[in-house]
Every structure is written in C-alpha cells, then in structure tokens.
C-alpha cells in the first residue's frame, strides 16, 4: 500500500490480506473459516475479515475480532443469534482475542446503489476476503472525496442522541468503558475523514488519523488535542462520566456541526 493508502492514480488500496495475520492469530482465523461454513451454510455468500488482525496490527489479549458477514437474504432474528452465538464461543476459545464483532448484511444491500459510498466502499477497501464471493469486483474504485467522506461519516448528528440514552443506561463501569471506547474511535474516524479529501489519501492508523486532523485545522489546537486524547481512550477506554460527557455535549456537536458544513448530510437510510 502506498504512502497515503492510494495508488498511483489517486484511487484508495484495498487494506489487510490473509497473508498479514500475525503469528498469534492464524489458528483463530482457521477456526473462524470453517466455524462460520458450520454456522451459516447455504445463507452465506460472503465472509471477510476487517480491523487490525487483517491489518496485522492486533494486539494480543487486547484486540477484538472483527468479521462482516454477506448473507443470501436480510438477516434476521436467528440469523443474529447465531451469530452472537458464535461470537462468544470464539471469544471464549481463543484468549488472543478481547471479544467478537460479527457484522451481518444482505448481498443486495452491499451492491444497492444507496450504499456504494458506504457500505460498499468499507467492503472493497476496508475488508480482507474469508470466504465465499468477493463482492468488490461489482464495485467501483474509490477516491478519498467528499463524496466519500459524506456517505462514510455524515451522519454523526443521528449518533449523538443514541449515545446519550447508552450512557444513561449504564449501570456498570465495564458498560462505560464499552462506550468510551467506541464514541472515541467513531469521533477520532470522523475528524479524519471531515479532512481526507484535503490530505488525499487513507489511513485506519487512529493516531495518524488524529495527526492528519490537527494539520488541517491549526485555528483549533483545542480540537486537535480532544482527539489526540480520543485516540489514547480508543486504545485504553475509561469509564469516567466527564469523558463520556464531553463526547456527546462538545467534540460530538462541533465535529457534526463542522462536517455538514464542509461535506453535507448523508444521504438517509431506511434503518
């Protein structure tokens, strides 16, 4: 991958390969290929893995195991169930991992023409093929544009008020870590891509991410600095309230308030 995560025309390199899982993860990756042929079966178009084991930056005992999950049909009630299921029995099986993250969608909806800027272009770029078809070849090839960046991460303001009701439900600090992690990973994301288009290029680095954010806005170190701090609670989440608080009451609204003003809204989903 170059430089900036793009090629030599400008358009975005598909990130994370079967051939960077480090060591330490292999046999859990074995196990995920054929645990999730046992589970799904004929419902299964697709499987990928994404995150740092496909990237080969995990960190044992401390990352997750991130999988996206193509599926025939829209998933449905025993669908997730099945797939939180598994999800636990690797979690519990394998202590190189801190826990499971199994996305599920319908074939359709990765190649409807809605989700091609989103969904889409996570499972072209950011999604390293397990099983089954690779749907990037019906997709097209992404630059780092506003386009992007306003279908990937402009619809921060929608998260704002779910996160709050989260916070206020949660009773314990494992539930508070759960979110500060999270919100800080999802805010320190939205910095980055509110000024990709101006740094032209991709990177999943959390740090870098941060890096790139406060070069492009100088006039607001303050920013800069909460997201160089987001990144650190990505890392190492905390379950202190003012934390959470500052998230959904200052850097959440700024940052939303900024990236409709520079890139727009989303465009809507039916969910």
């Known amino acids: 991958m170059g430089e900036r995560g793009v090629d030599s025309l400008g358009f975005i390199e598909r990130e994370g390969a079967l051939g960077l899982v480090q060591r330490e993860f292999r046999g859990l990756v074995a196990a995920v290929r054929d645990r999730v042929l046992e589970v799904f079966g004929a419902r299964l178009i697709s499987a990928y893995l994404y995150g740092s084991v496909p990237r080969g930056t995990a960190r044992p005992g401390r990352s997750d195991l991130d999988l996206l999950l ?3 049909a829209e998933p449905g009630d025993d669908d997730r169930a ?6 636990v029995a690797l979690d519990k099986e394998f202590p190189q991992i801190d826990g499971v993250g199994t ?7 990765v190649l ?7 969904l889409g272009w996570f499972v072209a770029c950011l999604c390293t093929p397990l099983l089954g078809e690779d749907l990037a070849e019906y997709l097209p090839r992404y630059r780092p544009d506003s386009l992007l960046a ?4 402009g619809d921060l303001a929608l998260f704002l008020p779910r996160w709050r009701t989260r916070i206020a439900a949660a009773a314990t600090d494992d539930e508070r870590r759960t979110l500060s992690r999270v ?3 999802h805010l320190v994301r939205t910095a980055f ?5 101006r740094w032209n290029g991709w990177t999943s680095d959390l740090a870098t991410m941060a890096e790139v954010f406060g070069r492009y806005y100088p006039d607001h170190p303050e920013r800069a600095a ?6 650190l609670v990505s890392y190492e989440p905390v379950a202190d309230p003012a934390v959470l608080a500052a998230y959904t009451e200052d850097l959440g609204p700024w940052l939303a308030a900024e990236y409709t003003a520079v890139h727009g809204t989303k465009a809507p989903r039916p969910d």
């Open 112 to 118: 409807s023409e809605l989700e091609t800027y989103d």
């Open 183 to 185: 919100i800080a990973r």
């Open 226 to 231: 909460q997201i160089r701090d987001a990144v």
């Open 70 to 72: 193509v599926l025939r």
């Open 82 to 87: 099945d797939a939180d299921a598994l999800g």
């Open 150 to 153: 306003r279908e990937t991460n």
């Open 103 to 109: 996305l599920l969608v319908s074939r359709d909806r």
């Open 193 to 197: 891509t509110l000024v990709m288009p």
